[in-house]
């Protein structure tokens, strides 16, 4: 079978903490159980989740979601968002895990990258080293969501094709903004012989797209 | 019964929290305790649930003390007087000690992968790492009405269920240990969809641009053999009433004993590719009869069979050769058909919609397997033109043994192939485009010829060293020789063939295009 690889790198700084932890983790279940519901994400989607603050980690190794079970995200009380760190690891993820180029497996899908914050990399220089890094591992997509006012949007368009936007971090956006990722990636697992950049679907109505 | 149901259950509040409130526990598999039992609903702090790998309840259990005892009767005296309790059924009187109710947090099974099958989990391991062995009395589950039916082998501790649903289901494990503590440890599973019953079958517009059939069949005799094709829109597709991409076309000429076989896969992303798929098969497989009558065999004749007497390298670049004028450009004519068709519909779409939209050859992406067979007296010449991804084979069980007639296309990723309609497939040097695209052999027999798209071939072999595995093409041809009676040689053949593509293949549900000379 071959998987299609799903990488979400969520942004536990501690501006986060609160309310729209809270709203990632009710969206993080939204975002499971619609895949669940849909045959092809069901069958080659592999999820998985890394999150990063004052460092990055994987709080999921990438697992098909018929296996899935969600760890609860937690954020610390305060501290600094390295973003940088969070890339370089998951190109280390994606090295290890996806399998490529190979007479004797199944190749997987090309993966696909979201990476959500509410702020900016507070390593800077790390950040900048690893977005070219990030695009030799030929991702069908990198999505970046900027949550709530004080997100970054121009560090994040060096590193992503697609980037949104969400005014406020509260429980109802969090959730159409993982619906759409959810439709994201089944529109990833259903465009089966793709070679080309894959086109995400429109973002529903809290969901900006920056362009 | 695991549970002893004389046993008085007493609990209260506890007293240094105060906070709680007082709430009855339901009583194990619809029996009666006679007493109620009280428990507080202090819910703890909300933790992630650990999975059932790790000890149960987590490292740090029992976390949430949901009711306990009177402290001063926990001790052997409590025991001494649960014990007698015990021996004294439904007096009525609460004579035994009170039993210290501890609730643990959630703790998720493995999932359950689909529905209405019979799960099963051990948990002996899982409870060793809690409890020492001679602390256990009793371990049991609360049954709850879910509709999933849990059991519990009290003697293997392993929990069991048949789910007929999906979604999320939780069932109590209570183990009750010595100085009279009952632990309840909720067992949370989820039980993901089958699959097969969320995929839909939706028609493709019938009147949409380039509509095609959502599949596709044809028989025909070849005097001693037959050519058999079918083609089944893939469930990716059907799901979204999206038509098929692949397609294939044939040609036999009863004089020359010459069939052409023709299959192609249009890309997936590329969104007219059902046309150009359509086009090439229509196109490749007509350039080729055309060019393969009476004259090009009288011609080709002598160094066929010297080539196949001494497999010498002057008839070898002469057979290459008109083989480069028979299928190569074949396929370019296709591929020039392709960009036309390109050209044409951007027009067509400026008249119709006065909108400008700019299309190409890329819209049309298409892979082409072109496979050319000839019957002479020595044996079959078999010439293949092949680009993309897919398989093409003479196989050969007698001989156990296939041959794989070329190279299939990869990148780095799945999915990724190469295109008809690509200009590097397409090198200036005739010598390089004739080693990488042209195959041809001279057999005296074969059991059949099968051209296939990667609908069948990932499926059915995985990977592509696999494609020279004859074990994988016995394996398919023994799953095919159960649904397919090739011996009928009738149309009967073609709709067998058609049926058996629906074959069910986790995660491989792309369209399936198979064309076998036998």
Known sequence: MRRLPVYLLIDTSGSMKGEPIEAVNAGLQTLVASLRRDPQALETACLSIITFDKDARVVLPLTPIEELQLPVIATPESGPTMTGAALELVCQRVDQEVRTQSADVKRDWKPLLFIMTDGSPNDIQKYKEMVPECKKRHFAAITACAAGVSAKIDMLKDLANNIVSLDTCDSATFSQFFAWVSASISSGAQSVGATSQLVLPPPPADVYKVD | MWWDKNKRETAVGNESSGKEKQESVTPPQGETSDQQVQVSDDKPSVKEPTTVEGSLGGNNAPTAIEATVDQADVGDKAGNAAASAAEEPNSGV????????????????????????????????????????????????????????????????????????????????????????????????????????????????????????????????????????????????????????????????????????????????????????????????????????????????????????????????????????????????????????????????????????????????????????????????????????????????????????????????????????????????????????????????????????????????????????????DDLWADLAKAVPWEKRDGSVADSLLAWMDFWSSGNHDDRTMMVLY
């Not at chain 2, 209405?116 to 609360?142: R, W």
């Not at chain 2, 299959?263 to 798929?277: E, H, M, P, Q, T």
């Not at chain 2, 156990?400 to 295109?419: A, M, R, W």
């Open chain 2, 94 to 473: 609460p004579v035994g000690p009170p039993v210290t109710l501890l609730k643990h947090p959630v703790t998720r099974l493995p999932n359950c992968k689909i529905t209405g099958i019979d799960y099963e989990h051990p948990l002996a391991a899982a409870l060793a790492s809690s409890f020492q062995p001679h602390e256990i009395k009793s371990v049991g589950i609360t049954n709850k009405a879910d509709g999933v039916n849990w059991a519990f082998n009290e003697q293997s501790h392993v929990i069991s269920c048949k789910p007929t649903a999906a979604g999320e289901f939780e069932v109590e494990l209570c183990v009750d240990v010595q100085k009279h503590e009952r632990h309840v440890f909720p067992l949370r599973l989820t039980v993901n969809p089958d699959p097969k019953t969320l995929w839909k079958n939706l028609p493709s517009p019938k009147n949409g641009v380039y509509a095609k059939p959502d599949c596709d069949k044809a028989f025909l005799s070849c005097g001693d053999l037959s050519i058999v094709a079918a083609s089944q829109r893939g469930r990716s597709h059907a799901q979204e009433a999206k038509p098929r991409d692949d397609d294939f076309a044939y040609n036999y000429d009863p004089d020359n004993a010459r069939a052409v076989l023709v299959v192609a896969d249009g890309a997936g992303y590329a969104k007219f590719s059902r046309k150009g798929s359509k086009i090439a098969v229509d196109t490749a497989c007509e350039q080729v009869a055309h060019s393969t009558g009476k004259d090009y065999w009288a011609e080709m004749e002598p160094h066929i069979r010297k080539w196949k007497e001494t497999q010498d390298s002057v008839s070898e670049k002469t057979i290459q050769k008109s083989l480069y004028t028979v299928l190569i450009h074949a396929a370019f004519e296709a591929k020039k058909k392709i960009d036309q068709e390109a050209k044409e519909h951007e027009a067509r779409y400026k008249a119709d919609y006065n909108k400008a939209e700019k299309f190409s050859a890329k819209d049309y992406a298409t892979t082409l397997i072109l496979t050319l067979a000839k019957k002479f007296d020595f044996g079959w010449f078999i010439a293949t033109y092949w680009v993309g991804d897919g398989g093409v084979g003479i196989y050969q069980p007698n001989l156990n043994k296939v041959i794989l007639h070329g190279i299939p296309d990869s990148g780095e990723y799945g999915g990724q192939t190469c295109f008809l309609t690509m200009d590097s497939v397409w090198p200036n040097d005739a010598n390089v485009l004739i080693q990488r695209r042209i195959r041809f052999d001279v057999v005296d027999s074969f059991k059949a010829i099968i051209l296939m798209t990667d609908g069948v071939t990932d499926p059915k072999f995985e990977t592509e060293n696999n494609l020279n595995s004859i074990i994988r093409w």
